[in-house]
T-cell receptor, first 116, second 115 residues
Framework: NAGVTQTPKFQVLKTGQSMTLQCAQD?????MSWYRQDPGMGLRLIHY???????DQGEVPNGYNVSRSTTEDFPLRLLSAAPSQTSVYFC???????????????FGPGTRLTVL | AQSVAQPEDQVNVAEGNPLTVKCTYS??????LFWYVQYPNRGLQFLLK??????LVKGSYGFEAEFNKSQTSFHLKKPSALVSDSALYFC?????????????FGKGTHLIIQP
């Protein structure tokens, strides 16, 4: 299994541009999430999904859109990039149902985004 | 609302000495608690978790953590530190049966092991 994969690894945008960060997982996990990591602030939840077709907002959703058309993929869209969105973005997934092993979130390698 | 506090930005320990990285949490109900480690320019790696049961949880690379409900703490420990343990450590919480999925993270603690 590849686990959680993210593309691209690095991206530079100009203010006002749009782009999509890709996330895919091959573990058949129902739950997927997007976080951003900023220095001294830990990771903050942007959006999450509890299954195909179901998404909801996290702590810092403004400026981002998500959709979940398949179990495997959970793209994050920046509609009009701003310098405040310069960050490292992590996608994560976890299983659902009973059992303790389903509660662990597994993270992708991250996308480092710079908005000029 | 749930929250996590990691009171130390940085912890310095000599190689071979025991280490402790502190974490306290706040949730309305019962917590799931996690520790993750991040090496430079890498994603987060899962170390260990507390769900229910034994308050002392053992995880990867010789790390362990003790859940203390009365003190709302979940400190990370290791009996003998290695230089390779140097990294950024995050404590995280999710309330059992809480609304939003996803984890609430602390700000992270830089662990530096000196040879």
């Amino acid at each position: 299994n590849a686990g959680v994969t993210q593309t691209p690894k690095f991206q530079v945008l100009k203010t006002g541009q749009s782009m999509t960060l890709q996330c895919a997982q091959d573990m058949n996990h129902e739950y997927m999430s997007w976080y951003r990591q900023d220095p001294g602030m830990g990771l903050r939840l942007i959006h999450y999904s509890v299954g195909a077709g179901i998404t909801d907002q996290g702590e810092v959703p403004n400026g981002y859109n998500v959709s979940r058309s398949t179990t495997e993929d959970f793209p994050l869209r920046l509609l009009s990039a701003a310098p405040s969105q310069t960050s490292v973005y992590f996608c994560a997934s976890r299983g659902a149902g009973g059992g303790r092993s389903t509660d662990t979130q597994y993270f992708g390698p991250g996308t480092r985004l710079t908005v000029l | 609302a749930q929250s996590v506090a990691q009171p130390e930005d940085q912890v310095n320990v000599a190689e071979g000495n025991p280490l402790t990285v502190k974490c306290t949490y706040s949730v309305s109900g019962n917590p799931y608690l996690f520790w993750y480690v991040q090496y430079p320019n890498r994603g987060l790696q899962f170390l260990l978790k507390y769900i229910t049961g034994d308050n002392l949880v053992k995880g990867s690379y010789g790390f362990e953590a003790e859940f203390n409900k009365s003190q709302t703490s979940f400190h990370l420990k290791k009996p003998s530190a290695l230089v390779s343990d140097s990294a950024l450590y995050f404590c995280a919480v999710r309330e059992i049966g809480g609304g939003a999925d996803g984890l609430t993270f602390g700000k992270g603690t830089h662990l530096i092991i000196q040879p």
